[in-house]
């Protein structure tokens, strides 16, 4: 009989929470991204980017690679405080070295599944807040794929980098709802004591 693992938040601690003004949220879709970078930006009133809105153009058009890479610079070199919602590993070590924390929501799949189809029914065929206009949602066999695989596939490469960061940023890995809430707690009580 297997045994339910408790999921648990790690922090890595370099510096204090004061150093909270530029916040990257990744994740695989379906995660949580976007809600915690919401909650965040009610606390803190740092500009919240959904990386979504720039990379599709109405019609879920991709913005050319080029041109991705250039507004992800334009961002980092122009914005002083902010919080980036969205994983896109082309432009995730650019993101890291700017960031002073990250937050990977490393929750379970079959979470994101839910999340993701819940999402799916919600608001089918309408675009989504976080997600530019002409944007409807939907859901498609590539997506679905990326979700089930993202813990093979993507997971193991965005924890190596965030160990090899752990030292001069702030890594909090969310793997559950308790988890989000300390978190959540403990910017709360520093933005607004």
């Not at 070199?77 to 993101?95: F, H, Q, V």
């Not at 919600?122 to 409807?136: E, H, K, L, T, Y």
């Amino acid at each position: 009989m297997a045994t339910k693992e408790k999921a648990k938040v790690i922090y890595f601690h370099h510096s204090s929470i004061r150093n909270m003004k530029k916040i990257m949220v990744i994740g695989c879709g379906g995660s949580g991204k976007s809600t915690l970078s919401k909650k965040l930006h009610a606390i803190t009133g740092l500009e919240l980017i959904h990386l979504d809105q720039i990379f599709w153009k109405p019609g879920w058009v991709e913005l050319p690679k080029e041109e991705w890479i250039k507004k992800n610079k334009q961002i980092l070199a122009e914005k002083p405080y902010w919080i980036l919602d969205g994983n896109y590993s082309s432009t995730m070590d650019m993101r890291i070295n700017k960031a002073d924390t990250i937050i990977f929501m490393d929750t379970p799949t079959v979470v994101r599944l839910f999340r993701v189809i819940k999402r799916v029914v919600q608001n089918f065929g309408r675009s989504r807040p976080d997600m530019p206009a002409n944007c409807p949602e939907r859901i498609s066999f590539q997506f679905l794929h990326y979700i089930l695989f993202y813990n093979l596939t993507r997971r193991p490469v965005i924890l190596k980098k965030l160990e090899m960061v752990r030292d001069k940023k702030n890594v909090y890995i969310i793997s559950d709802k308790k988890s989000k809430l300390a978190l959540l707690k403990k910017v709360e009580d520093f933005f607004h004591h």
